[in-house]
């Protein structure tokens, strides 16, 4: 069993940064996908940023150049760091952990926190 606690979402201006961080709990975070999503209001849950256990790192093409996903395993800590923020990109941001293991599939969520960017 894996707990995801996502922190660092707020209120900010367009234009503006925010550094979210995901903390997992368990032994084995550094084996784990970890993925970011955004689910604005009355819109579906999108991907934005993912990474895998090899540091390799893939983004939705809206956030490219803008966004920056990383994680520190001995902290069992995922981020993404937002630059230039517009008001598109306000959502409540879910941090996602994914393993897979033979027959097994492992699907962890935080309970999100919440990004908004407005003047």
């Known amino acids: 069993q894996v707990q995801l606690v996502e922190s660092g979402g707020g209120l900010v201006q367009p234009g503006g940064s925010l550094r979210l961080s995901c903390a997992a709990s368990g032994s084995i975070f550094s084996r784990y996908t970890m993925v970011w999503y955004r689910q604005a209001p009355g819109k579906h849950r999108d991907l934005v940023a993912i990474i895998t256990s090899t540091y390799r790192t893939t983004y939705t093409d809206s956030v490219k150049g803008r966004f920056t996903i990383s994680r520190d395993n001995a902290k069992n800590t995922v981020y993404l760091l937002m630059n230039s923020l517009e008001p598109e990109d306000t959502a409540v941001y879910y941090c996602?952990?994914?393993?897979?293991?033979?027959?097994?599939?492992?699907?962890?969520w935080g309970q999100g926190t919440q990004v908004t960017v407005s003047s």
């Open positions: 996602n952990a994914v393993l897979s293991q033979g027959p097994y599939d492992y699907n962890y």
